[in-house]
C-alpha cells in the first residue's frame, strides 16, 4: 500500500522544478537552531580562552549535525515509526558494546571507539527511546492499558540500567525521563501517574545507599553545603555562582569574565558554559537564551499538536519537554540548584555526540512536521 | 485483558493529547520561572556581593604531577629513575604578543624552529592559563640568561619537573622501554584529566606495559594570584600520590654480562627462572639509549637508529622469529616418546640422508659429508650429536597435526604471555595453517623440514627460553614473567594467562634430561667443547638454521656467501643440570654453529650467573 505513494510520486512531472520543493523542512524550527548554535560558537570561542581549534571542531560537530537533520527530515514520518524497534535494538546493542570494549575516559566507560570517530552511544539513547516507545504506544489503544504501560516500562528499562553500569546515573535519569514523557502525553491513567511518583519518592532511599557512588553522594551533599569543602568540591559551584552573580543585568562583556578568563571556572565549554554566558553578557544574555529555547520548544509543540497521527505527537511533544528538562537541569546544575550530573547546556556546549544527536532528534520533529503540511494541504 | 476505557475517535485521543501539552506546559513554565529567579536573584539582588568576590577571587587551583614509579632489579639496583630538568613554558595569556615574547626568547636562547614549530602544535590543544613548554632541558647557563631577564619576558616561565632518566643506558633499554612525550594519537586514547600534571607516557617495554600502575595519581594545589594571574603563594595542597615502584626478576648483572658479551653481534638471549618464571634476563642486541627519547630525540639520531643496517630498535628476544633448528630436539623428542612412536629402545640407521619415496631430492644430514652417524642410534645419540636423519623418520612417523598441537603446550607457534606489548607468536605449522596462509595442502617433505625446526616453523627466542623451561621443570605451566612486586608487595598481571598443562611420563622426562646433560658432557656431544671445567652440570641443545636453502649438490661454504646469510646459532640449556634453576635461549643471527659460537657464549654467562650465587650464599653463609 506504500508502493503506490511511490508510483504517484514518480509520475509527478516537472521533476527538476521538483527537486527545490523536495528539500522538506521547517525553516522555522532550522532558525531558530542556527541562531542558537551561533551563540554557542560564540561562547565556546570565549570560554576556551579564544581558542578557534575548539571552534572548528564544533563547526564540524553542528554542520555534520545539520546535514543529518535535513537528510532526516526527508524521510517520510511512517519511516522512522516503522524502523523504531531497529534502531532501538541498535542504539541497544551499542551500549552492550560500550559495556564490553568501551574506552575509559574519568572512569566511567562511556566511548565506543569506531576508529574514525568517538560515540558515546548513551547519548544517542536520548532520541531511541522515545522514538520507540512513540512508535510502540501509537500502535497500541489510546489511553494505553496497563499491560502496554508495562510493556514500555520495560523497554525505557533496558538502556537506563545499562547505562547506569557505564556508570552514568545523570544520563540515565534524562533517558528515563524522555520515556516517561511519551507515556504521559499518550494519556497514561492519573493513579499510573501517581503511583510512579510515589514509587519514585520510595525509590531515592535505596538508590542513595545501594545505587549511587561515594563521588555522586558526595556532589549531593556539596549542593546543599558547598561553603563547608571550599576548595575541595564546592569549588565548581562557588566559582560558577560568582561568575553569574558577578555578571548582573548587562555583564561584562564578549571575552571579558574575569571569572571565565582566568580560569577559575571548570568546565567552561562544557556544563558549566551558561555561567560563562552568564558573567559576559549578564542576565540578558541569559533571558534572550531562554527567549529562543521557548520558541524552539514551543515550535516543537506547535508541530506535535498539529500532526495527523498519534506517532507524530508523541514524538514531537517527548522531544519538546525533553530538550526542556536538559535546559532545565543543566542551568539548575550551575546555579547551586541540583548537584553536578554532568549535564551539558543543549545546543550551546561543546561536545560532538551531543550536538549531533539533538540535531537528529529534530530532524525527525521536521519529518513530522512535513507530515502535517502535507495533511493540511490535502484537506 | 479488554480496556474499555481505550478510545477509537481521533479527536478524542487529540483532546487528550492537548490537555497533557497544556498541563505540562504549564509546569514548564512554572519551574522554567523559578529557574530564572534564580539567576535573577544571582545577578541582580546580590550583584554586588559577587561582584566584589570576583574582584578578590585570586584562588587558582593548579595540578600537581606525582613522581613516576622507579623500576629496580631483583637485588634493588636502580634501572629506572626521575631526575629534575628545567623547561621554558609558556602561557599565551599573559605574554601579551606571543610572537615578540617568542621573539624575544631566540635572541637569548638557542630555539630551534622545531622547538617553535611543536609549541604552536600543542598551543592550538592547550586550555586557557596552561603553561605550555616551548624548549625541554634548559641548561644552567640558559637558565640564568632567562633569570636575568624575567622581568621584560611576560607569560614565559623556567620550571622544574621531574624527567625520567635511565641510568644504566642501553643494558635495558629493550627490557624497560621508555618514556616519551605524548603524540597526539595516544591523548585521543588517554583519560587526560590523569596526564594534567606530565606530558610524558609509557612508549615501550615495561614503561608502557605498566602504565597504569608508574603514572601515579595528580594531586592539586590551590595557589593566590595577584590580579594579573601571577601565583603569589601556595594556600593548600592536596598531595599526589607517587607512581608504584616496580621490581623486577631481572638480574642486572647477568644482564649486563649477557650484553657485554654480544657486544654489537645481532643477537638475543634470554633466561629464565624456573621456580617463578621470572625472566633473570633478557637481551637483544644491539641496543640504544633509551634517555635520547625521554624528551624527543634528535631527528639526525632517530634516522641513524632506523636506518642502522643491525636495528638496534629491534626487540630481538620478543619480536625477532627465527627458525629454532635443532633446539627444537628435545622437545620432539619427548613428543614422539609420550605418543608411543618410539621407545627409548628404538633405533636407526643414518646413511647421512634421507629419501622420502617419490623425491627426487634426498634430505641431508649436517654430518653427511663423513658419511652419517652410523648405525644403531637411538634416541639420546640422537640428541647428543643431533642427528637429522633420525628426526625425518620420527617426524614423519609423529605426524605434523600431533607435533603441532604438542608443541603448543611447550610454548612453540603462539605468544608466551609475558608482561609485554608486542610479542610475536612465531610459527607452528600445521596442515590448516599451510592451507590459510599460502592455499596449498601439505606435503610430507614439509613435515621432514619441521622435524629438524626448519622449514615453515619459527620462534622467538622467549619463546625458545620458555620452552626449554618447561623441559627443565619437567613440565610446569610456566609464564615468563618480568614484574615481581609493586610497592614492595607481589603482582604481577599476567598471571591467569591460560596454558594447557603439559603432561609427559616422569622417566621420559628423566631421559631426555640425561640426553641433554650428555650434549655438554660427553666427547660425542656437540657442546663437549663448553663443558670443560665446570663445577655445575649443563644440560643442553645447539641448533644451526638455515637461512637460506643449498642445493643437496653443492656444500654450504661460507666464505661463498653474503655474511647476512650465514647460519644462524642457537644454543638452549638449563642449569644445573640435577636440579634446574635457570633455562635460557641465546641466538646469534648469521653466527655459524650453534656448538662454536652460540654454546660457548651461553657458558660464560651462565658461569657469571652461578659465580654470583655462589658469592651470595657465601655472603650469606
Given at each position: 500500500m506504500y508502493k503506490s505513494d511511490f508510483v504517484r510520486q514518480l509520475q509527478t512531472p516537472g521533476g527538476g522544478i521538483q527537486l527545490r520543493r523536495s528539500i522538506q523542512m521547517d525553516y522555522t524550527l532550522a532558525i531558530i537552531l542556527l541562531i542558537l548554535c551561533g551563540m554557542g560558537l560564540l561562547i565556546i570561542y570565549s570560554a576556551t580562552g579564544q581558542s578557534i581549534f575548539y571552534v572548528r571542531r564544533q563547526l564540524i560537530f553542528m554542520l555534520t549535525g545539520f546535514f543529518i537533520m535535513i537528510l532526516f527530515a526527508q524521510f517520510p514520518q511512517r519511516f522512522w515509526e516503522r524502523w523504531a524497534p531497529v534502531i532501538y535494538l541498535i542504539g541497544v546493542i551499542a551500549l552492550i558494546g560500550v559495556l564490553q570494549v568501551g574506552v575509559e575516559i574519568n572512569g566511567a566507560q562511556r566511548w565506543l571507539d569506531l576508529k574514525f570517530i568517538r560515540l558515546q552511544p548513551s547519548e544517542l539513547m536520548k532520541i531511541c527511546v522515545p522514538l520507540m516507545i512513540s512508535a510502540y504506544i501509537a500502535k497500541r489503544?489510546?489511553?494505553?492499558?496497563l499491560k502496554h504501560v508495562s510493556a514500555a516500562v520495560i523497554l525505557i528499562s533496558i538502556p537506563v540500567l545499562l547505562v547506569v553500569r557505564q556508570p552514568d546515573l545523570g544520563t540515565a535519569l534524562l533517558i528515563s525521563v524522555t520515556g516517561f514523557f511519551v507515556l504521559f502525553l499518550a494519556g497514561i491513567k492519573r493513579r499510573y501517574l501517581i503511583g510512579a511518583f510515589v514509587l519514585a519518592l520510595a525509590a531515592l532511599p535505596s538508590l542513595w545507599f545501594f545505587v549511587m557512588l561515594d563521588y555522586q553522594k558526595q556532589r549531593v551533599l556539596t549542593l546543599l553545603?558547598?561553603?563547608?569543602?571550599k576548595l575541595g568540591a564546592g569549588w565548581n559551584i562557588i566559582q560558577s555562582t560568582t561568575a553569574i552573580g558577578s555578571g548582573?543585568?548587562?555583564?561584562?562583556g564578549w571575552t571579558q569574565g574575569t571569572q571565565s578568563q582566568l580560569n577559575f571556572l571548570p568546565e567552561s565549554h562544557t556544563d558549566f558554559i551558561i555561567a560563562v554566558l552568564a558573567e559576559e553578557f549578564g542576565l540578558i544574555g541569559v533571558l534572550t537564551l531562554s527567549a529562543l529555547y521557548t520558541l524552539l520548544i514551543g515550535r516543537c509543540l506547535y508541530i506535535g499538536l498539529s500532526s495527523p497521527s498519534m506517532f507524530g505527537r508523541l514524538m514531537a511533544g517527548s522531544i519538546a519537554y525533553t530538550f526542556f528538562v536538559f535546559v532545565f537541569v543543566n542551568l539548575c546544575m550551575v546555579s547551586g540548584?541540583?548537584?553536578?550530573?554532568?549535564?551539558p547546556l543543549p545546543?550551546?556546549?561543546?561536545?560532538?555526540t551531543a550536538i549531533v544527536t539533538l540535531l537528529a532528534g529534530f530532524g525527525i520533529i521536521m519529518s513530522i512536521g512535513n507530515e502535517s503540511k502535507k495533511g493540511r494541504s490535502v484537506s | 485483558m479488554n480496556d474499555n476505557s481505550a478510545f477509537v475517535n481521533d479527536t478524542e485521543m487529540k483532546r487528550l493529547f492537548s490537555r497533557r501539552v497544556l498541563f505540562a506546559s504549564i509546569v514548564a513554565i512554572v519551574v522554567g520561572f523559578m529557574v530564572l529567579g534564580r539567576y535573577f536573584d544571582l545577578q541582580v539582588n546580590q550583584h554586588q556581593d559577587f561582584v566584589t568576590q570576583s574582584n578578590n577571587n585570586r584562588v587558582l587551583m593548579r595540578p600537581v604531577s606525582p613522581p613516576r614509579g622507579l623500576i629496580f632489579d631483583?637485588?634493588?639496583?636502580?634501572?629506572a629513575d626521575n631526575k629534575p630538568t628545567y623547561n621554558l613554558t609558556i602561557v599565551n595569556e599573559r605574554s601579551g604578543n606571543l610572537e615578540v615574547l617568542l621573539n624575544d626568547l631566540r635572541q637569548l636562547i638557542e630555539i630551534s624552529s622545531q622547538d617553535i614549530y611543536q609549541f604552536k602544535n600543542r598551543l592550538k590543544r592547550r586550555k586557557p592559563y596552561q603553561n605550555i613548554?616551548?624548549?625541554?632541558?634548559?641548561s644552567e647557563r640558559e637558565r640564568s640568561i632567562l633569570g636575568v631577564n624575567?622581568?621584560?619576558?611576560?607569560?614565559a616561565e623556567v620550571s622544574a619537573k621531574l624527567t625520567r632518566y635511565y641510568p644504566q643506558g642501553p643494558f635495558f633499554a629493550h627490557v624497560i622501554g621508555y618514556v616519551g612525550r605524548i603524540n597526539e594519537i595516544e591523548n585521543r586514547n588517554i583519560d587526560t584529566s590523569l596526564y594534567r600534571g606530565t606530558d610524558s607516557i609509557g612508549k615501550l617495554g615495561i614503561e608502557k606495559y605498566y602504565e597504569h600502575a608508574l603514572l601515579g595519581k595528580l594531586g592539586h594545589e590551590h595557589v593566590e594570584t595577584n590580579a594579573r594571574g601571577r601565583?603569589?603563594?601556595?594556600?593548600?595542597k592536596e598531595d599526589p600520590i607517587p607512581g608504584a615502584n616496580l621490581e623486577l626478576y631481572l638480574d642486572a648483572n647477568l644482564q649486563r654480562t649477557a650484553q657485554k658479551i654480544l657486544g654489537d653481534k645481532r643477537a638475543a638471549f634470554v633466561a629464565i627462572e624456573?621456580?617463578?618464571?621470572?625472566?633473570?634476563a633478557m637481551v637483544s642486541t644491539p641496543s640504544y639509549d633509551?634517555?635520547?627519547?625521554?624528551l624527543g630525540i634528535s631527528q639526525g639520531d632517530y634516522s641513524e637508529l632506523v636506518n642502522?643496517?643491525?636495528?638496534?630498535?629491534?626487540?630481538?628476544?620478543?619480536?625477532g622469529q627465527y627458525p629454532?633448528?635443532?633446539?627444537i630436539k628435545p622437545m620432539f623428542g619427548l613428543i614422539g616418546l609420550q605418543n608411543k612412536i618410539?621407545?627409548?629402545?628404538h633405533v636407526i640407521d643414518d646413511p647421512g640422508f634421507f629419501v622420502l619415496k617419490g623425491v627426487e631430492r634426498p634430505w641431508r644430514d649436517h654430518n653427511s659429508d663423513k658419511?652419517?652417524?652410523?648405525?644403531?642410534?637411538d634416541l639420546a645419540q640422537a640428541i647428543i650429536e643431533s642427528c637429522d636423519v633420525y628426526f625425518y623418520n620420527m617426524g614423519l612417523d609423529i605426524g605434523i597435526e600431533t607435533l603441532a598441537s604438542f608443541s603448543s603446550m611447550f610454548g612453540?607457534?603462539?605468544?608466551?604471555?609475558?608482561?609485554?606489548?608486542?610479542?610475536q607468536p612465531g610459527i607452528m605449522p600445521s596442515k590448516s595453517w599451510k592451507k590459510l596462509t599460502l592455499g596449498e595442502p601439505w606435503f610430507d617433505g614439509d613435515t621432514i623440514n619441521v622435524?629438524?625446526?626448519?622449514?615453515f616453523m619459527l620462534a622467538t627466542p622467549l619463546q625458545l627460553a620458555v620452552m626449554t623451561a618447561r623441559i627443565a621443570s619437567r613440565g610446569s605451566q610456566i609464564v615468563p614473567k618480568l614484574?615481581?612486586?609493586?610497592n614492595g608487595v607481589n603482582y604481577t598481571k599476567?598471571?591467569?594467562?591460560p596454558i594447557t598443562p603439559l603432561d609427559i611420563h616422569s622417566e621420559y622426562w628423566t631421559y631426555m634430561h640425561q640426553a641433554m646433560r650428555n650434549v655438554v658432557h660427553?666427547?660425542?656431544?656437540?657442546?663437549?667443547?663448553?663443558?670443560?671445567?665446570?663445577n655445575y652440570l649443563i644440560a643442553g641443545k645447539t641448533g644451526t638454521a638455515q637461512v637460506i636453502s643449498i642445493d643437496a649438490d653443492k656444500e654450504y661454504d661460507?666464505?661463498?656467501?653474503d655474511q647476512t646469510k650465514w647460519d644462524h646459532a642457537l644454543f638452549i640449556a638449563f642449569a644445573p643440570?640435577?636440579?634446574?634453576k635457570i633455562a635460557m635461549a641465546l641466538i646469534v643471527e648469521n653466527g655459524g654453529h650453534g656448538s662454536s659460537t652460540a654454546a660457548p657464549i651461553a657458558r660464560v654467562i651462565l658461569d657469571a650467573y652461578f659465580n654470583e650465587v655462589e658469592k651470595q650464599m657465601l655472603v650469606g653463609g
Amino acid at each position: 500500500m506504500y508502493k503506490s505513494d511511490f508510483v504517484r510520486q514518480l509520475q509527478t512531472p516537472g521533476g527538476g522544478i521538483q527537486l527545490r520543493r523536495s528539500i522538506q523542512m521547517d525553516y522555522t524550527l532550522a532558525i531558530i537552531l542556527l541562531i542558537l548554535c551561533g551563540m554557542g560558537l560564540l561562547i565556546i570561542y570565549s570560554a576556551t580562552g579564544q581558542s578557534i581549534f575548539y571552534v572548528r571542531r564544533q563547526l564540524i560537530f553542528m554542520l555534520t549535525g545539520f546535514f543529518i537533520m535535513i537528510l532526516f527530515a526527508q524521510f517520510p514520518q511512517r519511516f522512522w515509526e516503522r524502523w523504531a524497534p531497529v534502531i532501538y535494538l541498535i542504539g541497544v546493542i551499542a551500549l552492550i558494546g560500550v559495556l564490553q570494549v568501551g574506552v575509559e575516559i574519568n572512569g566511567a566507560q562511556r566511548w565506543l571507539d569506531l576508529k574514525f570517530i568517538r560515540l558515546q552511544p548513551s547519548e544517542l539513547m536520548k532520541i531511541c527511546v522515545p522514538l520507540m516507545i512513540s512508535a510502540y504506544i501509537a500502535k497500541r489503544a489510546i489511553p494505553p492499558s496497563l499491560k502496554h504501560v508495562s510493556a514500555a516500562v520495560i523497554l525505557i528499562s533496558i538502556p537506563v540500567l545499562l547505562v547506569v553500569r557505564q556508570p552514568d546515573l545523570g544520563t540515565a535519569l534524562l533517558i528515563s525521563v524522555t520515556g516517561f514523557f511519551v507515556l504521559f502525553l499518550a494519556g497514561i491513567k492519573r493513579r499510573y501517574l501517581i503511583g510512579a511518583f510515589v514509587l519514585a519518592l520510595a525509590a531515592l532511599p535505596s538508590l542513595w545507599f545501594f545505587v549511587m557512588l561515594d563521588y555522586q553522594k558526595q556532589r549531593v551533599l556539596t549542593l546543599l553545603n558547598p561553603q563547608h569543602d571550599k576548595l575541595g568540591a564546592g569549588w565548581n559551584i562557588i566559582q560558577s555562582t560568582t561568575a553569574i552573580g558577578s555578571g548582573g543585568w548587562s555583564g561584562k562583556g564578549w571575552t571579558q569574565g574575569t571569572q571565565s578568563q582566568l580560569n577559575f571556572l571548570p568546565e567552561s565549554h562544557t556544563d558549566f558554559i551558561i555561567a560563562v554566558l552568564a558573567e559576559e553578557f549578564g542576565l540578558i544574555g541569559v533571558l534572550t537564551l531562554s527567549a529562543l529555547y521557548t520558541l524552539l520548544i514551543g515550535r516543537c509543540l506547535y508541530i506535535g499538536l498539529s500532526s495527523p497521527s498519534m506517532f507524530g505527537r508523541l514524538m514531537a511533544g517527548s522531544i519538546a519537554y525533553t530538550f526542556f528538562v536538559f535546559v532545565f537541569v543543566n542551568l539548575c546544575m550551575v546555579s547551586g540548584l541540583l548537584p553536578v550530573v554532568g549535564a551539558p547546556l543543549p545546543l550551546i556546549s561543546y561536545g560532538g555526540t551531543a550536538i549531533v544527536t539533538l540535531l537528529a532528534g529534530f530532524g525527525i520533529i521536521m519529518s513530522i512536521g512535513n507530515e502535517s503540511k502535507k495533511g493540511r494541504s490535502v484537506s | 485483558m479488554n480496556d474499555n476505557s481505550a478510545f477509537v475517535n481521533d479527536t478524542e485521543m487529540k483532546r487528550l493529547f492537548s490537555r497533557r501539552v497544556l498541563f505540562a506546559s504549564i509546569v514548564a513554565i512554572v519551574v522554567g520561572f523559578m529557574v530564572l529567579g534564580r539567576y535573577f536573584d544571582l545577578q541582580v539582588n546580590q550583584h554586588q556581593d559577587f561582584v566584589t568576590q570576583s574582584n578578590n577571587n585570586r584562588v587558582l587551583m593548579r595540578p600537581v604531577s606525582p613522581p613516576r614509579g622507579l623500576i629496580f632489579d631483583r637485588n634493588g639496583e636502580l634501572l629506572a629513575d626521575n631526575k629534575p630538568t628545567y623547561n621554558l613554558t609558556i602561557v599565551n595569556e599573559r605574554s601579551g604578543n606571543l610572537e615578540v615574547l617568542l621573539n624575544d626568547l631566540r635572541q637569548l636562547i638557542e630555539i630551534s624552529s622545531q622547538d617553535i614549530y611543536q609549541f604552536k602544535n600543542r598551543l592550538k590543544r592547550r586550555k586557557p592559563y596552561q603553561n605550555i613548554p616551548l624548549k625541554y632541558n634548559l641548561s644552567e647557563r640558559e637558565r640564568s640568561i632567562l633569570g636575568v631577564n624575567s622581568f621584560r619576558l611576560n607569560g614565559a616561565e623556567v620550571s622544574a619537573k621531574l624527567t625520567r632518566y635511565y641510568p644504566q643506558g642501553p643494558f635495558f633499554a629493550h627490557v624497560i622501554g621508555y618514556v616519551g612525550r605524548i603524540n597526539e594519537i595516544e591523548n585521543r586514547n588517554i583519560d587526560t584529566s590523569l596526564y594534567r600534571g606530565t606530558d610524558s607516557i609509557g612508549k615501550l617495554g615495561i614503561e608502557k606495559y605498566y602504565e597504569h600502575a608508574l603514572l601515579g595519581k595528580l594531586g592539586h594545589e590551590h595557589v593566590e594570584t595577584n590580579a594579573r594571574g601571577r601565583v603569589m603563594r601556595s594556600l593548600s595542597k592536596e598531595d599526589p600520590i607517587p607512581g608504584a615502584n616496580l621490581e623486577l626478576y631481572l638480574d642486572a648483572n647477568l644482564q649486563r654480562t649477557a650484553q657485554k658479551i654480544l657486544g654489537d653481534k645481532r643477537a638475543a638471549f634470554v633466561a629464565i627462572e624456573i621456580k617463578t618464571g621470572g625472566i633473570l634476563a633478557m637481551v637483544s642486541t644491539p641496543s640504544y639509549d633509551p634517555n635520547k627519547f625521554v624528551l624527543g630525540i634528535s631527528q639526525g639520531d632517530y634516522s641513524e637508529l632506523v636506518n642502522s643496517e643491525n636495528q638496534p630498535l629491534f626487540n630481538r628476544a620478543i619480536r625477532g622469529q627465527y627458525p629454532p633448528g635443532s633446539t627444537i630436539k628435545p622437545m620432539f623428542g619427548l613428543i614422539g616418546l609420550q605418543n608411543k612412536i618410539i621407545t627409548t629402545k628404538h633405533v636407526i640407521d643414518d646413511p647421512g640422508f634421507f629419501v622420502l619415496k617419490g623425491v627426487e631430492r634426498p634430505w641431508r644430514d649436517h654430518n653427511s659429508d663423513k658419511g652419517g652417524h652410523g648405525e644403531g642410534i637411538d634416541l639420546a645419540q640422537a640428541i647428543i650429536e643431533s642427528c637429522d636423519v633420525y628426526f625425518y623418520n620420527m617426524g614423519l612417523d609423529i605426524g605434523i597435526e600431533t607435533l603441532a598441537s604438542f608443541s603448543s603446550m611447550f610454548g612453540i607457534g603462539q605468544v608466551t604471555g609475558i608482561d609485554l606489548h608486542g610479542e610475536q607468536p612465531g610459527i607452528m605449522p600445521s596442515k590448516s595453517w599451510k592451507k590459510l596462509t599460502l592455499g596449498e595442502p601439505w606435503f610430507d617433505g614439509d613435515t621432514i623440514n619441521v622435524s629438524i625446526g626448519q622449514g615453515f616453523m619459527l620462534a622467538t627466542p622467549l619463546q625458545l627460553a620458555v620452552m626449554t623451561a618447561r623441559i627443565a621443570s619437567r613440565g610446569s605451566q610456566i609464564v615468563p614473567k618480568l614484574v615481581s612486586s609493586k610497592n614492595g608487595v607481589n603482582y604481577t598481571k599476567n598471571d591467569n594467562f591460560p596454558i594447557t598443562p603439559l603432561d609427559i611420563h616422569s622417566e621420559y622426562w628423566t631421559y631426555m634430561h640425561q640426553a641433554m646433560r650428555n650434549v655438554v658432557h660427553t666427547p660425542r656431544g656437540t657442546a663437549y667443547r663448553i663443558g670443560k671445567d665446570l663445577n655445575y652440570l649443563i644440560a643442553g641443545k645447539t641448533g644451526t638454521a638455515q637461512v637460506i636453502s643449498i642445493d643437496a649438490d653443492k656444500e654450504y661454504d661460507k666464505t661463498q656467501i653474503d655474511q647476512t646469510k650465514w647460519d644462524h646459532a642457537l644454543f638452549i640449556a638449563f642449569a644445573p643440570a640435577e636440579d634446574p634453576k635457570i633455562a635460557m635461549a641465546l641466538i646469534v643471527e648469521n653466527g655459524g654453529h650453534g656448538s662454536s659460537t652460540a654454546a660457548p657464549i651461553a657458558r660464560v654467562i651462565l658461569d657469571a650467573y652461578f659465580n654470583e650465587v655462589e658469592k651470595q650464599m657465601l655472603v650469606g653463609g
